[in-house]
């Protein structure tokens, strides 16, 4: 999707004025972290694993070129081809040259956040296919025309009312004309719509949650199974994935996927863990007949060579943003484009530009709970203090706050001067006050919701000082 | 917890005191608090003159170059202490964590940030566990909530110490809130740059507070305090706010942290 980054602080104000919205926020805010922390109190080896899962990455990425050969060997030894796209436009270009050579006209899609970062569903539709999400929360808001606004709950902005009156506008043409509000008839009516599409379908697409360098595999982590079916009943399978997702073996692989479920859901594993390593094989009862590959760098490769590589450990889990007190008041869609949260504030910029999404690293109380409990260790605060730096440097901060910063720090390197001029004015703030003032000029950032706490009147240093003058 | 101290007669220990300059310029009766508590466990407290603010508001906004220099300049005047105490969990964080990350390229001041980063404690964490024997003052009763500042709980690791000493003051009954470590939405300049959002989290915050039905509200960084005292006012709630240092040295004689008072 085209990035609106740039207008965050207009969505963000709006997210938190939209009741709907902010009763879907509260609702999943509390089930997720209520879940991961059960998950991880029943692990005693849980920072183990994370110390585990943190090395392997970190190794992987040092040797990054030789893993992504390695496995790019395997697929291709396995009767499937690999496809190198260095940005969103050559991944659409070579995802929809596989459709056209394959004669498709129907494309069930998976879940995939690369998937979302290309923006292949528009670009598949432009090109005359039409393209399905089978994910439940991919499919609604596909249905919604809007982009998700979480990486693993897509839809997690979305109340059971909206779905209702949603699946009713829509599902009318597939000869359903009832509405259905509880959730277990939610979930049947868009299986029997979902099913015939699965049936169908020429060519699926999915993303994939880790690469087995080792094997040639990619492995897809679900909870609906829709994965399965997308991958094993068209006769094309196109894998859309980015090139930090390779691991190099199988038993590696086993410490991401313990750490994933628990983070992401507070499950032990997801219900679905599927790997698939090529096309189908002679003895093969199903599969495809082709297997394709997109490996997306999109910045990646530069990301490796600075100061921002430990991002790149990021398995997509989701748990910075349940975590997030600034995600949980505004949701995803404040962000402005696919990513979202702490991860999506570092990302969006080196994807799309500082200068678009600007607002991204700064609007951040730096409280470290995302780092807190991201399984792979990423000094979230770190990554977006950086990029507040480039800012500065790149002179994208404000001029408003780079002017009182400068006067700041003149006076905090001058402490006689420092010591002179805000004494006096401490206590002119103090004058006339009962403990705060309700408006103060030229801090109605403060004072929209809160008082200002006036100062007690005299500075510490002058009090202290005179006070030892005295004794 | 700080190791055992130097025992001779000959010299006690001498801390320097950062009292940071939102108690300098807000609230000094922290500054007083934190050195009544210092000199009352032992310590030859000394108070350079040449402080001012330890640089966070430059470097959390992207000017490494002010940052450094700031840094350079707390560095040397506290390079002189057996310790540094700092009555704020973000500034003693900022010393203790990001300091020696400022001079990456600075063999000399590296040395030297990690020299002082050492030595460099928040006031609860320096406290607690020393002057076991100090009676604390005893309060009329009343009953507190505990506000986990997130510079101090996630770099510095304070969550048990300040609830410890506290804990030691006859008269206090802890109600602990919900979401006790969840950001109150300060975050130094975040608060004017993006005050819907931060008006959003004081507000949860503020609610998490009154929904302990406690007396008041103690935190350990003033900033934070300045922001949930801002919003208790605002709806003419009657928590009162107080600095940890402030109810630890029996110093609550002047009026509460915006005014209030239950």
């Not at chain 1, 596989?98 to 569903?121: F, L, P, Q």
């Not at chain 2, 500054?31 to 330890?54: E, N, W």
Request: proline residues 5%; contains cysteine.
């Amino acid at each position: 999707m085209q990035s609106v980054a740039h207008e965050f602080k207009a969505h963000a104000r709006r997210a938190l004025q939209d009741t709907t919205l902010q009763h879907a926020l509260a609702r999943a805010k509390g089930g997720f972290i209520d879940q991961r922390r059960t998950a991880i109190e029943a692990l005693p080896e849980f920072d183990e694993l994370r110390a585990c899962a943190k090395q392997i990455k970190n190794h992987t990425l040092a040797h990054l070129d030789y893993y992504l050969e390695r496995y790019e060997a395997q697929v291709k030894a396995d009767g499937g081809q690999v496809h190198w796209a260095r940005g969103p436009e050559e991944a659409r270009r070579i995802v929809i040259d596989i459709c056209r050579a394959a004669g498709a006209r129907r494309i069930t899609k998976g879940k995939s956040m690369v998937g979302e970062e290309i923006a292949i569903n528009p670009a598949l539709e432009a090109a005359g296919f039409e393209a399905i999400e089978t994910d439940l929360g991919e499919y609604i808001i596909q249905l919604a025309k809007e982009p998700p606004s979480h990486i693993i709950a897509p839809a997690v902005h979305k109340t059971r009312g909206e779905i209702t009156e949603l699946f009713y506008a829509h599902h009318r043409s597939h000869g359903i004309n009832e509405r259905v509000s509880d959730v277990a008839s939610i979930v049947n009516e868009a299986r029997s719509v979902l099913r015939e599409a699965f049936v169908t379908a020429d060519v699926g697409i999915t993303g994939a949650n880790f690469l087995v360098a080792q094997t040639g595999s990619s492995i897809l982590v679900t909870n609906e199974g829709n994965g399965d079916l997308t991958c094993s009943l068209p006769r094309v399978h196109i894998v859309t994935a980015s090139i930090e997702k390779v691991v190099p073996t199988l038993e590696d692989l086993a410490v991401f996927l313990r750490l994933l479920g628990r983070s992401a859901t507070g499950q032990e594993m997801s219900s679905y863990t599927s790997i698939f390593t090529g096309p189908k094989r002679n003895a093969d009862l199903d599969g495809p007949a082709e297997y394709h590959v997109v490996l997306l760098d999109h910045g990646r490769s530069a990301m490796l060579g600075n100061e921002f590589r430990e991002m790149l450990r990021c398995i997509r889990c989701g748990a910075c943003l349940n975590h997030c007190p600034v995600y949980g008041s505004i949701g995803g869609h404040s962000y402005g484009w696919v990513y979202s949260g702490p991860m999506g504030a570092v990302l969006t910029p080196l994807m799309v530009g500082l200068r678009e999404a600007a607002d991204l690293p700064n609007a951040c109380t730096l409280n470290g709970r995302c780092q807190e409990v991201c399984p792979m260790g990423i000094p979230l605060p770190t990554m977006l203090r950086r990029l507040r730096m480039r800012e500065f440097e790149q002179n994208l901060t404000g001029a408003r706050s780079r002017w009182l910063l400068s006067i700041w720090a003149f006076l905090a390197k001058r402490p006689r001067l420092y010591q002179t001029l805000l004494r006096p004015f401490v206590r002119l703030l103090a004058i006339g006050s009962r403990g705060t003032r309700r408006s103060l000029p030229l801090a109605r950032g403060w004072t929209q919701s809160r008082d200002f706490p006036t100062p007690q009147g005299r500075t510490f240093q002058s009090l202290y000082r005179a006070r030892q003058r005295k004794q | 917890m700080v190791e055992q101290i130097d025992s001779s007669p000959v010299r006690q220990p001498r801390v320097g005191l950062f009292v940071t300059c939102l108690v300098d310029l807000f609230r000094p009766n922290v500054g007083f608090a934190a050195l009544k508590l210092l000199q009352r466990a032992g310590f030859d407290v000394v108070i350079p003159s040449q402080q001012t603010c330890c640089g966070q508001p430059a470097y959390n906004n992207g000017d490494a170059r002010d940052a450094r220099e700031i840094a350079k300049q707390v560095i040397d005047v506290f390079a002189g202490y057996d310790y540094t105490v700092v009555p704020s969990g973000s500034c003693a964080g900022m010393i203790k964590e990001h300091y020696p990350r400022l001079f990456d390229a600075d063999a000399e001041y590296y040395e030297k940030a990690t020299t002082l980063s050492s030595r460099c404690f928040e006031l609860t964490e320096f406290l607690d566990g020393i002057g076991d024997g100090a009676a604390l003052p005893e309060m009329p009763s009343c009953s507190y909530t505990y506000h986990d500042s997130c510079s101090g709980l996630r770099e510095l690791g304070i969550k048990q110490q300040p609830r410890a000493l506290l804990a030691r003051v006859s008269g206090l009954s802890m109600l602990e809130m919900q979401d006790s470590n969840v950001c109150c939405g300060f975050g130094g300049t975040f608060c004017v740059k993006y005050p819907d959002i931060s008006g959003r989290m004081v507000t949860d915050k503020v609610e998490a507070i009154c929904a302990t039905g406690a007396d008041m509200v103690l935190g350990g960084d003033l900033g934070c305090l300045m922001n949930i005292a801002g919003r208790l006012k605002r709806i003419d709630s009657t928590v009162s706010v107080y600095h940890v240092a402030e109810v630890l040295a029996g110093k609550t004689d002047i009026p509460p942290i915006g005014g209030n008072s239950s």
